[in-house]
């Protein structure tokens, strides 16, 4: 089972609302990543936990918040975000170096975000 | 800062063609380099991974190769089929958890 499974799919929300992206892997990947992507742009890096906790935080406005709860699952919490947050949203997992030479990241298929 | 380009932007050629797409990287000093693949607003498909200690992979139709010391990575689709028709990323990674991806090529096969 290689799959990363993100919910929901679709997303749309108001500048006042609060709501949370899911992501869920059973491969036994110690790193997990969110990823935000614009229109005709490459992912960008947003958080990274390893071993479940945070290791990377790109400099993201306050109003993302991920967490970790255990191993195989990974949120962000999104409050008071603005249009311009609009994007595709990625998660993504892999081993890290100490867990194996292997180091493939696995993607799920993205949460698409609409705020308005 | 490692930076990442991918050459062309944007490729389209007929079926049956056999193709190459480049991926150069400022920064010798690489753990991996991963080739994936992205359909209109979906997800990344993982095609290949690349350990810096290795030459090339290969997977079906598909063969990436890799030369640190130059800073270059190919990856070649033999038999382009409509299918193929995607964008594909590379990405470096250089030993922490940070994937450096590229801009990408928009690759369309005309059947």
């Known amino acids: 089972d290689t799959e990363v499974t993100q919910t929901p799919k679709h997303l749309v929300m108001g500048m006042t609302n609060k709501k949370s992206l899911k992501c869920e892997q059973h491969?036994?990947?110690?790193?997990m990543y969110w990823y935000k992507q614009k229109a005709k742009k490459p992912p960008e890096l947003m958080f990274v936990y390893s071993y479940e906790k945070l290791s990377i935080n790109e400099s993201v406005p306050s109003r993302f918040s991920p967490e970790c709860p255990n191993s195989s699952l990974l949120n962000l919490h999104l409050h008071a975000l603005q249009p311009e947050d609009s994007a595709l949203y990625l998660c993504?997992?892999?081993?890290?170096?100490?867990?194996?030479?292997?180091?493939?990241?696995?993607f799920g298929q993205g949460t698409r975000l609409t705020v308005v | 800062k490692q930076e990442v380009t991918q050459i062309p932007a944007a490729l389209s050629v007929p079926e049956g063609e056999n193709l190459v797409l480049n991926c150069s990287f400022t920064d010798s000093a690489i753990y991996n380099l991963q080739w994936f693949r992205q359909d209109p607003g979906k997800g990344l498909t993982s095609l290949l991974l690349?350990?810096?200690?290795?030459r090339e992979q290969t997977s079906g139709r598909l063969n990436a190769s890799l030369d640190k010391s130059s800073g270059r990575s190919t990856l070649y689709i033999a038999a382009s089929q409509p299918g193929d028709s995607a964008t594909y990323l590379c990405?470096?990674?250089?030993?922490?958890?940070?994937?450096?991806f590229g801009k990408g090529t928009k690759l369309t096969v005309n059947p």
């Open positions: 690349i350990q810096s200690s290795q």
């Open positions: 990405a470096v990674g250089g030993g922490s958890e940070k994937l450096v």
């Open positions: 491969m036994g990947h110690r790193a």
């Open positions: 993504a997992s892999s081993l890290l170096p100490g867990q194996g030479l292997n180091t493939e990241a696995f």
